[in-house]
């Protein structure tokens, strides 16, 4: 059974398709039920994952799984190896976690072509998740291109009114980066087989990690992987597509893209490009960081200006990702850790805010702020919940929030981006800016617009979905510990490896090797 | 005279033509029952000529890893021809299983459609097998011959016509190129046969700057890029494919292009291995503008068998990339991805079979609004070989890609691959746009459209299988192409 956890975890959803596809059209709430049930169970999979101890004392791959899958005489080995760390661990549970969630947010949201919603929902969560556990490049790059599948689809036909260039958008953006990025796959490829790595590990990530890639050639490679990953992320300047998708996609769709999609991109520094090319790492430092940081005080100040709720908060991702990859890129633990930790802040908090803008529109059918204003008075259920929501994507004490942006903003500061670390601590303010603007004008002082004035308040389905968001707002905001000590030792791990690789790059002092080509005959 | 019969006489050797072989005496069959049967009654043609396509298989098959040479060296049935051969049956089968009740449809029920198809396939098979600038001539002319004729199959439309006439006219024109080389190349090392040729070439090193060399491999080139529908020899394509009956454009997309690609890589490999590096770079370019100019007019098409065509295009600048490799990866996934490219575009034009009415004025982009929802298995069927013609995992196309551009980086041309997937990329508006309108878009009419006959359902899904076990199990296949390279 543990033998196959991951591989269970991450296919189930594709038999859950299978069944779904099976179910007649017109069984519209048997599909849902099915397709909750199924996400319920991958959740119940996952969850002695995150009862795991062993996260929190060792940095190795838990639950690793190998088996050959594509080989190709003495031309190619693929092989489906996959496992688990303290890096992937929460990322991996916030999928798991998220997908009943977004599941029950369609209950009245989706009501045409259910059965293919649900399809393509249960398609997604495995390539979400199959993408999180990859260890073999080839194989991650498989599941990463068939996350872009079922979203280009929900964008596009559950979307709304400029959904077909939101969709169009969000798939070209994507898949440009990551078509460059299997370029550079290729090229480490040979690079580790001409460097002697055996042949049957394939596309193994621990084993290119450990090749001496010469400095000019990480520049190029991790150039690839960056500019693939920063489109997803999205960082400034490549977050144009964001706002479009974001705005278009259907509530459970903005949910998974904002909680599980955003982080492929944050994630795949991680796990790949800063482990792989550490030397180059160094040199794009300074520039990532400073396009980080122009994305949070950009984002955020674009986020003041909007008059639609859904734009607001999906420019407020922007701003979010910028603290991640600033934290990602100080290189220390506290930031590291304060990264991965606001990974999961964001996919909860944002997540929540776009179930919250979900329930607006349900109800008045716009999410033009001005249509809204003193909700308060008539949704007090509502009210509470938003503003809890508002302060944890604010990063206020006590919520998830603060204690990312706090060891994002100690770790940026310890390190060699000081001044950014600074200039970033702007964006926390004009976060409460925007945030608390908006609450004020939908939630705050008199009622005007007198559609206003019968707005039920949340119903019983839709307080069970925000419970559990509110659980670990608050669980993390007081407890982060649970989380924090799973993931350090990879973390720390993570950090060694790569410091110690700069160290002797540094000592070497680039004594030019002679270039190195990838040879012209077999 | 008596010199040449007692010459080839010696080396008869049947087996080295056996596939071609059945399938040519299938098709002389059909033409003889096909006088007995009443007119319009077609239904028995598609089953023989289904079972010469099944036999010739057989015959191929059981042949594997048996080299077989005859005829004075002219014809030689190795792995290399085999894998082709394959290719051949496998469009020239889907192509029949999709053809029969749209000949009804747009009415001419005519049986001689299926020999001539057969007498192509069996033109494809001489020019994968053929080790003698005669063989292989003699292959393409037979192919073209067939093609001709089955491009302007539908004698009352215009459209049709116009198909027929530019594909002889232009067909005709690029022989006398291909021809001219061929005498050229003769004339100056002796020897029809392409392994003389190449170790005569290789022997006399003063040769290989000859203008009378160079000039016949540039004519020869020429020749093939016409077939293959390289830039800039490009130009009938879209035409031919608009105007052809739509099996006859899936049968073209697959089947003769292979066979072009087999027969000018053996000359290329065979004859000019001295020259690799001044052919490769006339390939680097060519690739490079077939891809561009494939892909970015395909985009402001409207038309979607014009669409299909300018793709192709593309697709062939893709399929330049591995001979610009020139090495084993590159070589195999030539091979790979012509068969993928088999199932993955015959299976997109047997969904265009189903979906165009009588005269084909709706398959343009407009005319498939909503049809995903109208017609959900044609919806599902065509995303599958659009996002295969992409090039996305878990799909045919993606594994030949992979393979082609792993090939290119291996050499070190890691630019063309660059440029490669960029045009990838570009790839994606057009194809996307398909699916806009198919799923994004309501119905903006009400479709009457044609039943779904068994036997297209039925090459649709071989299509399918044929895409997902090339992209998710693509070991066996790419090891059998790796065999089948010299």
């Known amino acids: 059974m543990t033998d196959h956890l991951l591989s269970l975890m991450t296919f189930f959803p594709l038999v859950g398709m299978l069944i779904v596809l099976f179910l007649p059209r017109e069984a519209d709430r048997l599909i849902k039920t099915v397709t909750l049930v199924v996400t319920i169970i991958v959740f119940l999979i996952s969850l002695p994952l995150a009862f795991d101890d062993v996260f929190a004392t060792s940095s190795a791959m838990q639950y690793t799984e190998f088996a050959h899958w594509i080989s190709i005489g003495q031309y190619f080995q693929m092989n489906y190896n996959v496992g688990i760390d303290g890096i992937s661990l929460w990322l991996v549970m916030l999928t798991t976690f998220i997908m009943p969630i977004a599941i029950l947010s369609t209950w009245h949201a989706i009501d045409k072509n259910t059965k293919g919603f649900m399809a393509l929902a249960l398609l997604l969560e495995t390539g979400m998740l199959g993408a999180f556990i990859a260890l073999d490049l080839f194989l991650f790059y498989v599941?990463?291109?068939?996350?872009?599948?079922?979203?280009?689809?929900?964008?596009?036909?559950?979307?709304?009114?400029?959904?077909?260039?939101?969709?169009?958008?969000?798939?070209?953006?994507?898949?440009?980066?990551?078509?460059?990025?299997?370029?550079?796959?290729?090229?480490?490829?040979?690079?580790?087989?001409?460097?002697?790595?055996?042949?049957?590990?394939?596309?193994?990530?621990?084993?290119?990690?450990?090749?001496?890639?010469?400095?000019?050639?990480?520049?190029?490679?991790?150039?690839?992987?960056?500019?693939?990953?920063?489109?997803?992320?999205?960082?400034?300047?490549?977050?144009?597509?964001?706002?479009?998708?974001?705005?278009?996609?259907?509530?459970?769709?903005?949910?998974?893209?904002?909680?599980?999609?955003?982080?492929?991109?944050?994630?795949?520094?991680?796990?790949?490009?800063?482990?792989?090319?550490?030397?180059?790492?160094?040199?794009?430092?300074?520039?990532?960081?400073?396009?980080?940081?122009?994305?949070?005080?950009?984002?955020?100040?674009?986020?003041?200006?909007?008059?639609?709720?859904?734009?607001?908060?999906?420019?407020?991702?922007?701003?979010?990702?910028?603290?991640?990859?600033?934290?990602?890129?100080?290189?220390?633990?506290?930031?590291?850790?304060?990264?991965?930790?606001?990974?999961?802040?964001?996919?909860?908090?944002?997540?929540?805010?776009?179930?919250?803008?979900?329930?607006?529109?349900?109800?008045?059918?716009?999410?033009?702020?001005?249509?809204?204003?003193?909700?308060?008075?008539?949704?007090?259920?509502?009210?509470?919940?938003?503003?809890?929501?508002?302060?944890?994507?604010?990063?206020?004490?006590?919520?998830?929030?603060?204690?990312?942006?706090?060891?994002?903003?100690?770790?940026?500061?310890?390190?060699?981006?000081?001044?950014?670390?600074?200039?970033?601590?702007?964006?926390?303010?004009?976060?409460?800016?925007?945030?608390?603007?908006?609450?004020?004008?939908?939630?705050?002082?008199?009622?005007?617009?007198?559609?206003?004035?019968?707005?039920?308040?949340?119903?019983?389905?839709?307080?069970?979905?925000?419970?559990?968001?509110?659980?670990?707002?608050?669980?993390?905001?007081?407890?982060?510990?649970?989380?924090?000590?799973?993931?350090?030792?990879?973390?720390?791990?993570?950090?060694?490896?790569?410091?110690?690789?700069?160290?002797?790059?540094?000592?070497?002092?680039?004594?030019?090797?002679?270039?190195?080509?990838?040879?012209?005959?077999? | 005279m008596e010199n040449l019969v007692q010459i080839a006489m010696q080396n008869v050797n049947f087996a080295a033509i056996m596939p071609s072989l059945i399938v040519t005496c299938f098709g002389m069959g059909l033409l003889l029952i096909n006088v007995f049967l009443p007119r319009g009654t077609t239904r028995p043609a598609v089953w023989i000529s289904l079972i010469g396509l099944v036999v010739a298989g057989i015959s191929v098959v059981s042949g594997w890893g048996n080299p077989q040479y005859g005829f004075n060296d002219a014809v030689a049935m190795d792995n290399y021809a085999a894998f082709f051969c394959m290719i051949f049956l496998i469009a020239a089968g889907l192509t029949i299983l999709m053809s029969d009740d749209y000949l009804t449809r747009e009415g001419y029920p005519v049986s001689e459609y299926y020999p001539l198809i057969l007498f192509a396939t069996a033109g494809a098979m001489w020019m994968a097998s053929g080790t003698d600038m005669m063989t292989i001539f003699l292959g393409l002319e037979v192919m073209s011959i067939s093609l001709y004729v089955l491009a302007g199959f539908f004698r009352g439309q215009v459209r049709s016509n116009e198909a027929g006439l530019k594909y002889f006219l232009l067909g005709a024109f690029s022989t006398g190129f291909l021809l001219y080389g061929m005498a050229l190349i003769y004339g100056v090392s002796g020897s029809t046969k392409l392994a003389e040729i190449g170790i005569y070439l290789n022997a006399h090193a003063s040769l290989l700057s000859n203008p009378m060399?160079?000039?016949?491999?540039?004519?020869?080139?020429?020749?093939?890029?016409?077939?293959?529908?390289?830039?800039?020899?490009?130009?009938?394509?879209?035409?031919?494919?608009?105007?052809?009956?739509?099996?006859?454009?899936?049968?073209?997309?697959?089947?003769?292009?292979?066979?072009?690609?087999?027969?000018?890589?053996?000359?290329?490999?065979?004859?000019?291995?001295?020259?690799?590096?001044?052919?490769?770079?006339?390939?680097?370019?060519?690739?490079?503008?077939?891809?561009?100019?494939?892909?970015?007019?395909?985009?402001?098409?409207?038309?979607?068998?014009?669409?299909?065509?300018?793709?192709?295009?593309?697709?062939?600048?893709?399929?330049?990339?591995?001979?610009?490799?020139?090495?084993?990866?590159?070589?195999?996934?030539?091979?790979?991805?012509?068969?993928?490219?088999?199932?993955?575009?015959?299976?997109?034009?047997?969904?265009?079979?189903?979906?165009?009415?009588?005269?084909?004025?709706?398959?343009?982009?407009?005319?498939?609004?909503?049809?995903?929802?109208?017609?959900?298995?044609?919806?599902?069927?065509?995303?599958?070989?659009?996002?295969?013609?992409?090039?996305?995992?878990?799909?045919?196309?993606?594994?030949?890609?992979?393979?082609?551009?792993?090939?290119?980086?291996?050499?070190?041309?890691?630019?063309?691959?660059?440029?490669?997937?960029l045009n990838s990329a570009v790839s994606l508006y057009y194809y996307l746009r398909v699916m806009v309108y198919m799923y994004f878009r309501e119905p903006n009419e009400d479709f009457a459209w044609v039943a779904m006959p068994a036997t297209v359902v039925l090459s649709i899904v071989i299509a399918i299988l044929g895409v997902f076990y090339l992209g998710i199990i693509p070991g066996e296949v790419m090891e059998f192409a790796k065999q089948a390279i010299f």
């Not at chain 1, 440009?176 to 790595?197: E, N, P, R, T």
């Not at chain 1, 559990?468 to 608050?474: A, G, H, K, V």
């Not at chain 2, 996002?387 to 799909?395: H, K």
Request: glycine share 8%; hydrophobic share 55%.
């Open chain 1, 143 to 522: 599941f990463w291109e068939l996350m872009l599948v079922p979203m280009y689809f929900m964008i596009g036909i559950w979307g709304g009114k400029n959904r077909i260039y939101a969709a169009i958008k969000f798939f070209l953006f994507t898949a440009v980066g990551s078509l460059l990025m299997l370029v550079a796959i290729l090229y480490v490829y040979y690079y580790s087989i001409q460097a002697g790595v055996p042949f049957d590990n394939g596309f193994s990530v621990a084993h290119f990690a450990q090749l001496d890639i010469p400095a000019h050639l990480q520049t190029w490679l991790f150039a690839a992987f960056a500019f693939s990953f920063a489109i997803k992320v999205p960082m400034f300047p490549f977050h144009t597509w964001l706002p479009d998708a974001h705005t278009e996609a259907p509530t459970a769709g903005s949910v998974i893209l904002a909680a599980i999609l955003l982080k492929m991109g944050t994630y795949g520094y991680v796990r790949f490009a800063i482990p792989l090319f550490p030397e180059a790492t160094q040199q794009f430092i300074p520039f990532l960081s400073f396009l980080a940081v122009v994305g949070i005080i950009y984002g955020a100040l674009v986020a003041m200006m909007q008059d639609d709720v859904k734009k607001l908060v999906a420019y407020s991702s922007v701003s979010h990702l910028g603290f991640v990859m600033l934290g990602i890129f100080a290189l220390n633990l506290q930031g590291l850790s304060g990264g991965m930790l606001q990974m999961i802040n964001h996919g909860i908090s944002t997540g929540a805010l776009f179930l919250i803008v979900g329930f607006l529109y349900e109800r008045r059918h716009t999410r033009l702020i001005a249509e809204f204003g003193g909700l308060s008075k008539v949704m007090p259920v509502f009210a509470t919940i938003f503003l809890i929501v508002t302060f944890s994507s604010i990063g206020l004490p006590g919520t998830n929030g603060f204690v990312g942006e706090f060891l994002i903003l100690v770790g940026a500061f310890e390190s060699s981006l000081r001044v950014f670390a600074v200039v970033a601590t702007t964006g926390v303010i004009l976060a409460a800016v925007y945030m608390l603007w908006m609450f004020q004008r939908v939630m705050m002082g008199k009622i005007t617009n007198p559609k206003n004035e019968k707005l039920k308040d949340l119903s019983a389905r839709e307080v069970v979905i925000m419970l559990p968001l509110l659980l670990f707002i608050f669980w993390i905001g007081f407890y982060p510990n649970t989380f924090l000590e799973k993931m350090n030792p990879s973390l720390e791990n993570l950090i060694q490896q790569v410091k110690s690789k700069q160290q002797i790059s540094m000592m070497i002092d680039h004594v030019e090797p002679s270039t190195i080509r990838v040879a012209v005959n077999d």
């Open chain 2, 213 to 421: 060399t160079l000039a016949g491999l540039v004519l020869l080139s020429i020749g093939f890029l016409f077939k293959i529908a390289a830039a800039p020899f490009h130009m009938w394509t879209p035409d031919v494919y608009e105007g052809a009956p739509t099996p006859i454009t899936a049968f073209m997309s697959a089947g003769p292009k292979a066979a072009a690609f087999a027969a000018f890589l053996r000359i290329m490999e065979y004859c000019f291995f001295s020259l690799k590096p001044e052919w490769t770079m006339m390939l680097w370019v060519l690739a490079v503008a077939t891809m561009i100019i494939g892909n970015v007019i395909a985009i402001s098409q409207t038309n979607l068998k014009r669409m299909l065509a300018y793709s192709s295009i593309a697709h062939a600048g893709y399929a330049m990339v591995g001979m610009v490799a020139a090495n084993e990866i590159g070589y195999s996934g030539i091979l790979f991805y012509m068969l993928a490219y088999t199932f993955m575009n015959v299976g997109a034009f047997a969904v265009l079979v189903l979906a165009g009415k009588k005269g084909e004025d709706n398959l343009t982009l407009e005319g498939f609004s909503g049809f995903g929802f109208k017609r959900p298995f044609l919806g599902v069927a065509m995303t599958i070989f659009l996002f295969s013609l992409m090039g996305l995992p878990p799909t045919a196309g993606f594994a030949g890609k992979f393979y082609i551009f792993a090939g290119a980086v291996k050499a070190g041309y890691i630019w063309l691959a660059v440029i490669g997937v």
